[in-house]
C-alpha cells in the first residue's frame, strides 16, 4: 500500500465519470476504492490503471442499493487504507421508458432508480461520514444532472431522482457543515460517451451533433471534463458546500 496518500471512494467507478474521476484522483495523490455493482472485469482494469498511475486500489463489490453490502464495503475501506478524505456518489442507473410513454413506465423500473440513485447515495454516505469525520478535509460530491434541475426529454424516474439528489446535497451539506465535511455536487449536461451511447442507440450521433449546436461552447461534455471538476471540488474551494455545479457549456442558462 501507499502510505501516506489520502483515500477516496468512487462508487459506480468501473466505466464513464466514476472511472474518470477514480483516474484522476488517483493522479492527484489519491488511493482509492473502486466501487462496482456488476461489472468486475472493468473495476479491476480501471484499479490497474490507477495502480499505474502510482495509487493503491481497492476493488469494492456492492450494490449501493443494499444496505448491507454498503456497510461491508465500508469495513473494505476501513480495513484498507484506515481513513477516507472523499467520496464520490457516481452509481446511478435509469430506464429508457420515453416520458410520453406514461402507461408504458413500470413501477418497478422507478422504485429501482430511486433505490440507487436515491437512496443508494445516502446509505453510502451515512455509511462513510464515520471514516470523513477523521480526515482533514473532507469532502462528499454527489452526482447530479441538469435533468434533475429543469424539464427535459428524459425518462421520469431518472429526473425525478436527480432532483432529489440536489435537495439531498443541500441537505446533507447543512448537516455535515458543522463537522467539517462538505458536501457538492456536479450537474453535467448532455454527456459524449458510451453510456450515452447506450441510451440512444443509433440516434446517438445525429441526437449529440444537434446537442452541440444548441450549445455555446459547441460541443458536449466529457467525462474527463466532469471528473476534472469533481476533483476540483473535493481538493480546492475549502469553503464551498451545497452548491451544484452545472457543466453543460452554457446550455442551461441560455436556452
Known sequence: MTRGRPAAL?????????????????????????NYASSRAAAETVAKEATDLGASALVCRADVADEAAVRAMAGQITA?????????????????????DLDGLDMAGWDRVFAVNVRGLFQVTRACVPLLRTAE???????CS???????????????SKAA?????????????PE??????????????????????GNYGRLMDRRARLTPLRRCVTPGEVAETIVSLITG???VTGEIIVIDGGFASTT
Open 10 to 34: 468512487v462508487t459506480g467507478a468501473s466505466r464513464g465519470i466514476g472511472r474518470s474521476t477514480a483516474l484522476a484522483l488517483a493522479r492527484a495523490g489519491y488511493n482509492v476504492a473502486v
Open 80 to 100: 484498507e487504507f484506515g481513513r477516507l478524505d472523499a467520496l464520490v456518489n457516481n452509481a446511478g442507473t435509469t430506464i429508457t421508458t420515453l416520458p410520453a
Open 137 to 143: 478535509r473532507p469532502a462528499v460530491v454527489n452526482l
Open 146 to 160: 441538469i435533468a434533475g434541475l429543469r424539464p427535459g426529454p428524459q425518462p421520469f424516474p431518472y429526473a425525478a
Open 165 to 177: 439528489v440536489a435537495n439531498l446535497t443541500k441537505t446533507l451539506a447543512g448537516r455535515l457543515g
Open 180 to 201: 467539517g465535511i462538505r458536501v457538492n455536487a456536479v450537474a453535467p449536461g448532455w454527456m459524449a460517451g458510451e453510456w450515452m451511447e447506450e441510451q440512444l442507440g
Open 237 to 239: 474551494n475549502p469553503f
